[in-house]
Structure formats: structure tokens, C-alpha cells
């Protein structure tokens, strides 16, 4: 008789093996270890998110560009237009995960903006965010 078990990644063991590294890069060797996919994922989600496009060496189509919003004028259809950009690519390139809600807190005159984004990672049913204050 077929029985059901619980998703997880093979890698996600009780030996403590690391499956990559998270951010801020500022550990006790410089590095700070992830040993579990879904801290690697969102580690890779704040690594597509603070990068530009063009940054990426042999993926120049890899990054958010938000860095690049803090010089534009905010409206709108620029976040309209950025919000759809990034459920686009977080969908190529992390198909693991599903994006909820993207919210842009903006702080008028001071050139500030608090991005957030909600998503799931579907194996796991696991719904969390990530919170990036450009400034």
C-alpha cells in the first residue's frame, strides 16, 4: 500500500551539511551557512533582489534593477511596471517558489523605499518574506 510522506529536499538531513551560504556576508569566515533549502532559497531571493541587471556575469538578465528606482521618480506605473518585472523573473528563475504580494512602502522626500515581498516556496507550503529598506 502506497503511503504519503512529508516533502522535503533530500539535501535537508540531520547531518548538518551546509547548502550554501546566506546574507549578510559577514560570518566568522566571512561566509554564513545555510543547511536548509528554504533559508537557501530566500538567501537567492535577496540575492536576485539587491542585484542590478547586468551585474551577473553570463546572466546579464539576472536582478531586479531596485537599486536603480531610487533615482527615478516614483509613481504608480513605475512600481506597476517593476512589480510585474519581478513576479516575471521570480517566476523564470525560481520556479520553486510563488510570489504572493510585492509592496513598495514609499517615504516621499527622503528617497526612501521599504520593499517587501511575500512568497511560498510550493514543496514545502511554507509562506514567508523578505524585507529590503533602499535608501
Do not use: C, H, W
Not at 13 to 18: F, G, L, Q, V
Not at 27 to 49: C, H, M, S, W
Not at 55 to 73: C, I, K, Q, T
Amino acid at each position: 500500500m502506497a503511503r504519503i510522506i512529508q516533502n522535503r529536499f533530500p539535501i535537508d538531513t540531520e547531518d548538518r551539511r551546509a547548502v550554501g551560504f546566506g546574507f549578510p556576508l559577514n560570518g566568522n569566515a566571512v561566509f554564513t551557512p545555510t543547511y536548509q533549502t528554504r533559508d537557501q532559497i530566500k538567501a537567492n531571493l535577496v540575492n536576485y533582489l539587491l542585484t542590478n541587471k547586468g551585474e551577473r556575469v553570463f546572466n546579464p538578465n539576472f536582478g531586479a534593477d531596485l537599486r536603480n528606482l531610487l533615482f527615478e521618480n516614483i509613481l504608480d506605473t513605475t512600481t506597476d511596471e517593476l512589480r510585474s518585472r519581478i513576479q516575471n523573473d521570480i517566476s523564470s528563475f525560481f520556479p520553486e517558489v510563488t510570489v504572493k504580494q510585492i509592496t513598495f512602502d514609499n517615504i516621499p522626500d527622503s528617497n526612501t523605499i521599504n520593499f517587501i515581498l511575500t512568497y511560498e516556496i510550493i514543496l514545502f507550503g511554507i509562506e514567508e518574506s523578505v524585507n529590503i529598506l533602499l535608501q
